[in-house]
């Protein structure tokens, strides 16, 4: 069974940077999208970011100055790099996955990291 592991939260002061992965473990073939959503406290979750097997990303509108996501295929990991943190970015960070293909099975739903929190606060 695939299992998506983040790792890189933490408590970081405002304007601060930290860098978040997460890799996909069971025995995967391919993954067409990773990326990230966040979760703040009595909020929706949103997306931050997202990146293509291909390589195309899209971004938050209110991200995509500060945050940079990337992926390597061969290790199945994405990463995000955030930069100039702001306190409204402090939340929960899950890691996403669609489109993924292991050697005994394809999964037709999406598959959630368990979430790493990021806290910005002086």
């Known amino acids: 069974q695939v299992q998506l592991v983040e790792s890189g939260g933490g408590l970081v002061q405002p304007g601060g940077s930290l860098s978040l992965s997460c890799k996909a473990n069971?025995?995967?073939?391919?993954?067409?999208?990773m990326g990230w959503y966040r979760q703040a406290p009595g909020k929706e979750r949103e997306l931050v970011s997202s990146?293509?097997?291909?390589?195309?990303?899209d971004y938050a509108d209110s991200m995509k100055d500060r945050f940079t996501i990337s992926r390597n295929n061969a290790k199945n990991t994405v990463f995000l790099q955030m930069i100039d943190l702001k306190p409204e970015d402090t939340a929960v960070y899950y890691c996403h996955a669609r489109g993924v293909v292991t050697r005994t099975m394809v999964y037709d739903y999406e598959l959630w990291g368990q979430g790493t929190q990021v806290t910005v606060s002086s």
């Open positions: 069971g025995g995967i073939y391919s993954i067409h999208d």
């Open positions: 990146i293509s097997s291909g390589g195309v990303t």
